[in-house]
């Protein structure tokens, strides 16, 4: 009796024991989904307070040039800017940072206002971390660690957002073929050289795309984004926009009878240099194409003369190295006409002695 009971009671507590065990489970899969969702969590926190930095030291630096230059100098440099914007690619250089775009470079005072927002949201930011438990042990993401580096010096991260559209592919190109030599050699252990080893200078050419690629996005107008969004990887060209694009944008923008007139009056100029360029560009595409086929019958020509020239020359050899022998043959049969001639001629005499003889010799 008693052992029956005991084979019952463990048999109850096996199957408790199993029930909290599958509980356990599901309370892990359950907490490891909590640490995957933190971690995301404080990964894009990270992001956001190395985007703020970013931002906010680049602001710092234009505040600091606005304070020292003054007021009419910021004027001045955003006439300039502008100008070169008009004379320059849509997306060059001035449209990224030149006057036109005077969100950040207007005046010192609202660099200003710009930095303590920027520190309101960063306050935000550091608020929320802290109800939410997340301690600072977490170590940075590589993409904070890269705009921490960046943002180091502000006067880099204004270089990076200077380039033109073309340097930026040069770079990419030129770093991809480096990448290209350096990666079979990343695991070997070959002699170390002055730039350290194959190894460390693929680690240091990711780091400067990652920084270049980061940088940019953060720091590049919307125009300026845009435009590398639409660029062609494979023909590095850029693609055209969307069907309809610019209508959903002129319909968003919801503007006054006035700012449309503005606008169709500069799409009307627009379009008629557009239709000038376009005919100065079929023209000179149709040049182009004629002096290509001239270029090939010249190619042509020149080629069959070199044929003839050299089959000339084959043949002016082969009667150079063939002239000796019919000189000899000449010089035989003109020593043999000789002989048969002086002999002749030795026969005519003797025959006109003997008649004389004859004739001299007395009669009996």
């Known amino acids: 009796m008693s052992g029956s009971h005991n084979r019952h009671h463990v048999l109850q507590l096996e199957q408790i024991l199993s029930r909290r065990i599958a509980q356990l489970a599901i ?24 985007s703020v930095a970013a931002t906010r030291a680049v602001l710092q630096v234009e505040a600091q040039s606005d304070s020292l230059n003054g007021k009419t100098a910021t004027s001045r440099s955003g006439d300039a800017g502008c100008t070169d ?6 997306f060059g250089p001035a449209a990224g940072t ?3 775009d ?11 206002a710009v930095l303590q927002a920027l520190e309101a949201k960063e306050q935000q930011v550091q608020a929320v971390l802290a109800q939410m438990g997340c301690s600072s042990s977490y170590s940075e993401l590589y993409s904070t660690q890269v705009l921490r580096k960046a943002t180091a010096d502000p006067a880099r991260a204004l270089v990076i957002v200077n380039k033109t559209r073309s340097e930026r592919r040069d770079f990419l190109v030129t770093t991809t073929k480096k ?10 252990e070959g002699p170390v050289t002055s730039l350290g080893s194959a190894k460390e200078q693929l680690h240091a050419a990711i780091d400067e795309i990652s920084e270049r690629l980061l940088v940019c996005g953060l720091l590049d107008p919307p125009a300026k984004k845009l435009c590398n969004m639409l660029i062609n990887l494979e023909t590095q060209e850029l693609e055209p926009y969307p069907q309809g694009y610019w209508t959903a944008v002129a319909q968003n923008l919801q503007l006054t009878a006035d700012q449309m007139a ?32 001239q270029q090939q019958q010249v190619q042509q020509e020149f080629e069959e003369r070199q044929r003839t020239c050299r089959a000339c020359s084959i043949a002016m050899a082969c009667s150079r190295s063939a002239a000796p022998r019919r000189r000899f043959r000449s010089v035989g049969k003109h020593s043999r006409a000789s002989i048969s001639s002086s002999s ?13 003889s004859s004739c001299n010799r007395p009669r009996l």
Do not use: M
Request: aromatic share 4%.
């Open 102 to 112: 005077q969100t950040f470079s207007s005046s010192g005072a609202a660099a200003q």
């Open 262 to 293: 503005s606008l169709k009056l500069c799409w009307v100029r627009v379009k008629a240099n557009k239709a000038a360029l376009t005919e100065q560009h079929s023209r000179l595409t149709e040049r182009l194409q004629q002096l290509q086929l």
């Open 98 to 100: 030149s006057g036109c």
């Open 85 to 90: 914007a008009a004379g320059d690619d849509v």
């Open 344 to 356: 002749s001629s030795s026969r005519r005499r003797n025959r006109a002695v003997q008649q004389v």
């Open 179 to 188: 990448l290209a030599l350096l990666l079979p050699k990343y695991d070997s």
């Open 27 to 50: 309370l892990e899969a359950e907490n490891a989904r909590l640490k995957q969702k933190e971690q995301a969590l404080q990964s894009c926190i990270l992001g956001i307070e190395g």
